[in-house]
Each structure stands twice: as C-alpha cells, then as structure tokens.
C-alpha cells in the first residue's frame, strides 16, 4: 500500500459549517470544503447568523468557519453564544481584519483559529483541520502582531558618565536632543569648572589623590562647553 493511501485512509472526515454573507467567498468555501482530497464534509452554509444558529445546533460540526462582518447579528456574537453550547465544536474566524484588537476580541468570545481570506486555499484547509484536532490555527500575520502586542517597547536606559556633575550630564542631554547651546540658562555655563586635583567632582573627598582615569576625557567635554558658551554668548 502507498504512502498517500495510507495518509489517506488516516485522515479523519469532518463535517464542516460555513457562515458568510458574500455569496462569492460562500461558493468558495463550499467548494473548497467539497473537495475529496481534504476529506471534508460540508454540513451547511449559511448567509447570517439568525439562519445558522438553529442548524449549527442541530447538526453540531466539527468544525464552522465564520466571517466577523455578518448582516444584524455579528460573527463574533454568533461564536459567543454558541461555543458554549457546541463543546466539541471548533469555531474559526475567515476575515479580511488583521487588527489585534479584533483578533484578542475574537479569541475571548470563544474562537479557535483567526485566519485571513487572503490566505491561500490549502492553509485554510491546514487550519480547519488543525483546529478540529484541538490546535489553534493563526494567519501568519496574526501570529506576528500577536507576538509584537506581547513584547513591550524598549526603553532606552540613561547612563551617568563618570566625572560629569549633574548640571553637565543634563547639558549634554539637552545638546543631543537638539536644543541649541544659546537655548541654555546661562547659569549652566558656570557649572562648567576645569577638573583638578582639589576641586574635581572626580574625587571631591580626596586632595592629594590623582586624578581619576576618564577625567582626561572630561577635561576635553568641560573645554568644549566653554568654547561653546563663549561663541554663542
């Protein structure tokens, strides 16, 4: 016997529900469920909610893919209401939405799967399937911004530089976010102090010890404001 026999013989047959008010998509997707390969069994398809409702609880599907956008009634109120009542069966979403907003909200009323209409035939099919073995199949956009509404925004960390007062280290913080030197309180100018061995905030409980290392660089920094102020004042 062949792989794909075997394959075959072990796929099981799923009844499948389709609710969708587009006449065109419908007849897609009823042709797509029919197709003997995927071993689907189309149980309805429906054009609102109000007309499923009855149907879907009486014949109860494995599986219904069901459009968020529905006349009256909503997809989504449609998946609220009855995943409660049919357990064993998978709701997925088949919409053109990709907001996260849309999808979380989906999610909570009780869908299995969200994939986009844009996806290709035999991955709806993949996610029909994967949805009645109890996986939850995503569009692989949807998985994307789902992953990003997780991941917070870095912030960026402020460091000290070693040597700098804090009037000096906020003077070079406003410089690099733009604000011209002649925009400073000419206060600020006066907290620019050459680094010594007596009077540096390097080491101000210390008169005899050298100066520390990085303080060379901030001679140069303390140089530079002086240079700067001088120009535009």
Not at 143 to 153: E, G, V
Not at 181 to 206: D, E, F, I, R, V
Request: aromatic share 6%; charged share 20%; net charge positive.
């Amino acid at each position: 016997m062949s792989e794909s026999i075997i394959e075959s013989t072990a796929l099981k047959s799923l009844r499948v529900g389709i609710v969708e008010d587009d006449p065109t998509l419908r007849l897609f997707m009823q042709k797509l469920i029919q197709k003997p390969d995927h071993h689907f069994e189309l149980a309805g398809a429906w054009e609102s909610a109000e007309a499923a409702v009855k149907p879907l609880i009486d014949s109860r599907p494995h599986v219904v893919v069901v459009d968020l956008e529905l006349p009256t009634v909503s997809g989504m109120e449609l998946i609220r209401q009855l995943s409660p009542r049919l357990i064993e069966t998978a709701f997925v979403v088949l919409t053109i939405h990709d907001n996260p907003d849309k999808v979380f909200d989906a999610l909570r009323a009780g869908a299995n799967g969200y994939l986009l209409k844009s996806a290709k035939p035999s991955e709806i099919a993949a996610g029909i399937r994967q949805a009645s073995e109890g996986g939850a199949p995503l569009s692989q956009n949807i998985a994307r911004l789902l992953i990003k509404s997780f991941q917070a925004p870095a912030v960026p960390q402020k460091k000290d530089i070693p040597c700098l007062t804090p009037r000096e280290s906020q003077m070079i913080e406003r410089l690099a976010q733009g604000m011209v030197p002649k925009k400073l309180p000419m206060t600020w100018a006066s907290a620019t102090k050459p680094c010594g061995n007596t009077s540096s905030p390097c080491t101000p409980n210390s008169t005899s010890a050298p100066a520390q290392k990085p303080c060379s660089s901030i001679w140069s920094i303390r140089r530079s404001f002086s240079v700067v102020f001088g120009f535009f004042r």
